[in-house]
């Protein structure tokens, strides 16, 4: 079995798609948090908490064996405007790691220091986003979300100056890949199409099939392992001899919609959702301004940026297909020597999302429900269950929660009496849905279990993540370290889950969110 090391197939492409990039050292580096587990995973050899070549590796101030760092170039669309060049400005790519069982992940170091494409920005990062990024992504990824993930945080011992001068640190990110929608329109719109032939062939190898990148070895495994893998993953081409644009094109559209759809179940509004914060695999990145919503709120926005609410929580299903109608732009030219053709194959994938999205949104939601399916009759019980949380401005996340609890009859064995009310009109309502579930077809037992691992206890709530960053600033980082363990395991019940589990009082409860870059 092979040892595992860095590689660099991206880099193998050729200069137009990076820089090559000198690490930035800094002052006094200090661990806050490294994640044992995703170590594993990697089969990472080191361990920084007693191996201080290695923290210092992984704060930028020297180099891992193998590891040859650049920053990558890619456009946008921000806020729908397009942006010809974006690119990594405050993130360092050190290789493509290979696992012994030979899966390849990005590892970038974020906050690290300026690039070419800082564009006068510091390339550094406050402790603050850092901290959000490592507990959001690894609640995401114990919630079954596709994402990208955090292996370390360190301080870097520097202060940064934002609105105020704050702690600063680093972010160790992995990720299937940092191949976003905004990297091909860098290359179709930017670049008039230079590099595109060949990025879309590396990105179909690397994510959606098991061809083999040229000298490589298949790649089929994304960090989620309830995720979209190549393994799994099902591309339905009608035509005989789909170009590589067109099967990219559908699988991205898959793997997008799909994701939307646990987002949408979870409460959890993005924020920002720029097509270069769209990766191609399919995995949640850039968590800047996220949120999940605490009490219902059908028009759920934080972002104190996003003041038309573009990017709202009912509106991301919606940007996803624009984005992907962006992406369907940018490949036109290479989906067919004919560029009618080229076109009608392009709009009817795109056309296919809002279906894509509403199927597997249906299928997570019957499953929240308890129920077997949702037929149009159900549609009115649902619609009522949110009329119900809006009108009682209950919490999302323990509303349903109380369902799976509800269903199991396990409430007293739960936190909930103490924590969640319960409306009369939602006891009258629950008579309702109870009849309906018990004309459920198929193993009723398992659907009935099954909502317990749907509905979690717990989620990362704002308030939890800004009090785990205002003491980590202060130099205390035990409820930080407390809210990472306590968020790997979100669908069980823990000591102390009243507090963990409970909303927001109306002091505590965060409304708005910075991107804090
Ligand atoms: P984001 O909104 O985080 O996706 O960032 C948008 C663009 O701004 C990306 O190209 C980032 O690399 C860049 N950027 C954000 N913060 C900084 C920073 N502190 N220094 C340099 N570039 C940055
Ligand atoms: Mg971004």
């Not at 040859?68 to 729908?80: E, R």
């Not at 573009?310 to 297909?321: D, E, F």
């Amino acid at each position: 079995m092979p040892e595992p090391h860095f590689d660099h197939s991206y880099a193998r492409l050729g200069n137009q798609f990076y820089s090559e990039q000198p690490l930035v050292p800094v002052h006094h580096p200090e661990l806050l948090l490294w994640n044992t587990a995703l170590a594993s995973k990697l089969d990472w050899p080191g361990d920084p908490r007693s191996d201080r070549e290695l923290l210092l590796a992984l704060a930028g101030n020297n180099y891992l064996p193998d590891s040859k760092p650049i920053s990558t170039v890619y456009a946008g669309h921000q806020f729908g405007q397009y942006n010809p060049q974006l690119g990594d400005g405050r993130a360092i790519l050190l290789g493509e790691w290979i696992t012994r069982s030979e899966n390849r992940f990005d590892i970038q170091l974020k906050g690290s220091g300026p690039t070419p494409y800082s564009r006068g920005g510091d390339g550094r990062s406050p402790i603050g986003p850092v901290i959000r990024e490592y507990l959001v992504s690894e609640a995401m990824h114990a919630l079954g979300v596709p994402t990208s993930r955090a292996l370390a945080a360190i301080s870097s011992g520097e202060t940064v100056v934002r609105n105020r001068i704050e702690p600063g640190a680093i972010l160790t990110r992995v990720a299937s890949s940092h191949l976003r929608i905004g990297t091909v329109q860098y290359f179709a719109m930017t670049r008039g199409g230079e590099g595109l032939v060949e990025l879309v062939d590396y990105a179909l190898n690397r994510h959606f099939s098991k061809r083999k990148i040229t000298g490589q070895q298949p790649i089929v495994e994304n960090l989620s392992s309830s995720g979209n893998n190549a393994g799994s993953f099902t591309i339905g081409c009608e035509r005989s001899d789909p170009t590589a644009a067109e099967i990219l094109l559908k699988a991205v559209g898959e793997s997008l919609a799909d994701l939307v759809s646990r987002w949408q179940l979870l409460g959890f509004v993005h924020g920002v959702l720029n097509t270069d914060n769209a990766l191609l695999c399919g995995e949640t990145i850039d968590y800047g301004p996220c949120a999940f919503m605490d009490q219902f709120d059908a028009k759920a926005c934080f972002s104190s940026i996003d003041r038309q609410g573009r990017y709202a929580w009912p509106n991301q299903p919606g940007i996803m297909h624009w984005n992907l109608a962006v992406l369907a732009e940018c490949l036109i030219p290479l989906i067919d020597e004919k560029t009618e053709t080229a076109k009608s194959i392009a709009q009817s994938i795109v056309d296919r999302f809002p279906n894509q999205f509403h199927q597997h949104h249906q299928e997570r939601l019957a499953a929240k429900f308890g129920l077997d399916r949702i037929s149009d009759q159900d549609l009115a019980l649902i619609q009522k269950f949110h009329d119900l949380m809006n009108k009682h401005q209950l919490d999302f996340t323990l509303s349903f929660r109380w369902l799976a609890e509800e269903a199991n009859q396990t409430i007293d064995h739960s936190p909930l009496p103490e924590i969640f009310n319960t409306p009369d009109a939602l006891l009258d309502w629950s008579a309702l849905w109870k009849a309906r579930r018990a004309e459920n077809k198929g193993d009723t037992k398992t659907i009935t279990q099954a909502m317990l691992s749907v509905n979690p206890a717990v989620i990362p709530r704002n308030h939890l993540v800004q009090a785990a960053i205002d003491l980590a600033e202060s130099g205390d980082i035990n409820f930080l370290r407390s809210s990472t363990e306590r968020w790997r395991k979100p669908f069980d019940w823990q000591e102390k889950d009243s507090e963990w589990a409970r909303s927001p009082s109306t002091e505590e409860k965060v409304t708005r969110t910075f991107c804090g870059t």
